[in-house]
């Protein structure tokens, strides 16, 4: 049998009365609930009530508060549509009462037609090239996520590090749901350092996810090597836009993903001044 990857407990949701969810905390060095957690176990939740031969091909998630890992999280669904060919969800993660983060996301039956991308992979080293880069801040001592930048960053900066080749470090098995919910985990990693423009001569005091989409265009092997670039598209007054993919080794095109973040200069406080959280690591 096929060891479950650490990651896996971030699903592992409880289901209570009707369509609610309880995601339990798990452990992290993170002092507010990291956003590809939130979005994977929101994306989870809708799964878990959609028929499993309809896969995602689609999210978009808003960031209302910042979340404490310290405490759990409750999902609730709301089934917006079963159609034909389509299915769409509405999902609400709360703490205390309270919407951290709100996301709709959209199930499509598998249908035949045309096979097109225009994305090709980018002329980089392949993962076997590169060395793993630990991300502690993210995962502590735990390593359940090998990164390897094709740039590797230098001792004491904290620079823009896509792209990167990514995958997750167990086999997480046959369960195509499970693959986009970790994959949707995997495409927030360093999205916001992606949003600022180049060259910006001081990095923002405070950066935060203020809103994530995603667009699964094929199903994903998570537990295989993945490259995820993200590239600024706008930056303008505190808001940034980062564009990207998630492809294979041999260039084929996963998904596509975009994020706005807020990147305002530091108060003084370090708390979010939207929610009063502490900022994101």
Known sequence: MESMSPLQAVLGLDALDGDRFLAVPVPTPLRRLFGGQVAAQALRAASMTVDTSRPPHSLHGYFIRPGRPSEG???????????????????????????????LASFHDPEPGADWQEATLPPVPSPQELRTVSFTGLF?????????????????????????????????????????????????????????????????????????????????????????????????GTRGLARGSIQTTDGTLIASVAQEALLRPDTGDGHDQRGGGPRRT
Do not use: N
């Not at 990514?166 to 495409?187: K, Q, W």
């Not at 916001?192 to 405070?206: F, H, K, M, Q, S």
């Not at 950066?207 to 598209?233: E, G, K, N, Y």
């Open 73 to 103: 999280v409750y999902f609730e669904v709301e089934r917006t549509r079963d159609g034909r060919a389509f299915s769409t969800r509405r999902v609400t993660a709360s703490q205390e009462g309270k919407p951290v983060f709100e996301m």
């Open 140 to 236: 502590g001592k735990s390593h359940p996520v090998e990164i390897r930048p094709v740039t590797p960053p230098e001792p004491g900066t904290f620079p823009k590090i896509h792209p990167f080749w990514v995958r997750v470090t167990a086999p997480v098995g046959p369960d195509e749901a499970s693959h986009a919910c970790l994959l949707t985990y995997l495409s927030d990693i360093a999205t916001v350092r992606a949003a600022c423009a180049p060259g910006i001569a001081a990095w923002p005091g405070l950066t935060v996810s203020l809103d994530h989409s995603v667009w699964f265009h094929r199903p994903a092997r998570v537990d295989q090597w993945l490259l995820i670039s993200m590239d600024p598209a706008a930056h303008i």
